[in-house]
């Protein structure tokens, strides 16, 4: 059973619909996105673990809340991952970036995987994994599996758009990980593509074809 959360703001959904109008200039586009996932970094992270530590403001000693724990990893999915990982270190800016290369093969749609690093200590940090598009689910159930082998255990999935199909097939492979996404579209065309959708996120981000 998938665990999905859409986030419904207000906010998150007005840019949602600029960045799904195809007059929308790249920069735009660029700018729009990272807007976006710092509101759905909020999502992700609202129950992240505290400690109470003592400080001194400057009328008083007091008990307040700090995070706890080592620093979280966020997980960009090359290349258009790299879109939300900025709005993302905007609110997080001690975060540590793992890469995870993965181009998607356009005759059979699998996941080809190039490239990875992340930082040390997986297994004892939150590893946010994100992408824009949770399309067929092929290069978020491989990016999971290469983290899971490189002993990451806490691990959580972002996405601006998601198709059911993509959510099926990534609940099926990694039923422990929740999803995060701003909408769930109708269904996927015969190219692989999630409609109504935006298009190719990578493309529409850095101007490519």
């Keep these: 059973m998938a665990k999905v959360t859409v986030c419904d703001h207000p906010l998150v959904q007005h840019k949602l ?10 920069a735009d586009f ?40 080592k620093k979280l990893v ?3 999915i090359l290349r258009a991952g790299n879109g939300l990982i900025d709005g993302m270190l905007d609110l997080v800016p001690s975060a540590r970036v793992a890469h995870v290369g993965i181009y998607r093969d356009h005759e059979t749609l699998a996941a080809k995987r190039y490239f990875f690093k992340a930082p040390a200590g997986l297994s004892e940090r939150l590893v946010i ?3 824009p598009m949770l399309a067929t ?13 490189e002993g990451a ?9 998601a198709a059911p199909e993509g959510i099926a097939r990534f609940a099926a492979a990694h039923p422990d990980v929740p999803v995060f996404t701003a909408a769930i579209d109708t269904r996927l065309n015969e190219n ?18």
Aim: include cysteine; hydrophobic fraction near 40%; charge should be negative.
């Design 153 to 161: 255990r806490d691990i959580r999935f972002l996405c601006l758009l």
């Design 192 to 209: 692989g593509y999630i409609e109504p959708g935006l298009g190719d996120a990578g493309d529409r981000l850095y101007g490519t074809k």
């Design 129 to 131: 994994v994100v992408d």
């Design 17 to 26: 619909t600029l960045l799904r109008d195809k007059t929308c200039s790249t």
């Design 137 to 149: 689910g092929n290069s978020a159930t491989d990016a999971v599996s290469t983290l899971k082998a």
């Design 30 to 69: 660029r700018l729009l996105l990272r807007e976006v996932s710092l509101l759905l970094a909020y999502e992700v992270t609202r129950d992240l673990p505290v400690e109470l530590v003592e400080i001194e403001t400057p009328i008083q000693r007091m008990s307040a809340p700090r995070l706890s724990g």
């Design 74 to 76: 966020f997980a960009s």
